[in-house]
């Protein structure tokens, strides 16, 4: 397996990673579906559902606290920092992230394309003023709905909620970065949702090849070239290998 792996990523001449929750498990965060993920406390739509948000942004702020807003003491798991060793020595090219928790960033990794968003910034739903992540922790680590200072209006964090379309320029961006990519590697995701998977696709569609490394089953399987189910051991084969 380990041989296979370094010799796919050895004879790709660009290699991105696309990452899901997964990822994130490591460093003490719930994944969407995996075994002890949010699906089976709650279904994770609606918390990011857009029109749930509107019409009562309390029920998105309650579940949200821990989430979104209570991330500055996590850190990066091993497969945060793993991408960002393999970034620095020039093998990745690009991380496209479906991810919000900002820890591709803390482990250093530059070239990150979050195509859900982030909540590093916020902007009111009515007048448009943009809002700081430290300003909407300050509302909600005490209980409080983000409201702005000018109008009043709710505040929503710049994320992709379930009923909206992702933002255009990373959309664009992950669309070129998966165009040009000959391996993508997807790590801690379950390819379900649409249309951040499509970029699998896009790899695929131009020629590329696929490396799944998830502990569940995908979509994507069969067009796989090659799959690992632990991300542990992924992390060790690079590490060892490359």
């Known amino acids: 397996m380990g041989e296979k792996l370094i010799k796919l990523i050895r004879e790709s001449s660009r290699v991105i990673a696309f990452t899901g929750a997964g990822i994130s498990t490591f460093s003490g965060l719930k994944d969407f579906r995996g075994e002890d993920g949010l699906c089976k ?16 942004p309390a029920f998105f702020y309650k579940y949200a606290r821990e989430l979104v807003f209570d991330l500055d003491n996590i850190e990066p798991s091993m497969v945060h920092l793993e991408l960002a060793r393999l970034e620095q020595r020039g093998i990745i090219e690009a991380v496209i992230t479906q991810n919000i928790d900002r820890l591709h960033q803390k482990a250093g990794s530059k070239k990150i394309i979050e195509v859900h968003g982030s909540a590093e910034t ?3 739903c009515s007048c448009g003023k943009e809002f700081s992540y430290a300003q909407l922790v300050s509302f909600v680590k005490v209980g409080e709905i983000p409201h702005c ?19 255009e320029k990373p959309f664009i961006r992950a669309l070129e970065e998966s165009s040009k990519a000959d391996l993508i590697i997807s ?31 995908t979509p994507y399987d069969h067009y796989a070239d090659l799959i690992i189910r632990n991300l542990e051991e992924f992390c060790r084969l690079v590490g060892e290998l490359i």
């Open 41 to 56: 406390i709650m279904e994770p739509e609606k918390i990011f559902d857009i029109n749930i948000f509107h019409s009562d």
């Open 122 to 124: 916020g902007h009111c």
């Open 187 to 217: 790590l801690g995701s379950t390819l379900v949702v649409q249309p951040a998977a499509s970029f699998i696709d896009n790899t695929l569609g131009h020629g590329g090849k696929l490396v799944i490394v998830n502990n569940q089953p």
């Open 149 to 167: 200072a000018n109008c009043n209006g709710i505040i929503k964090p710049d994320i992709t909620f379930y009923g909206e379309q992702l933002a």
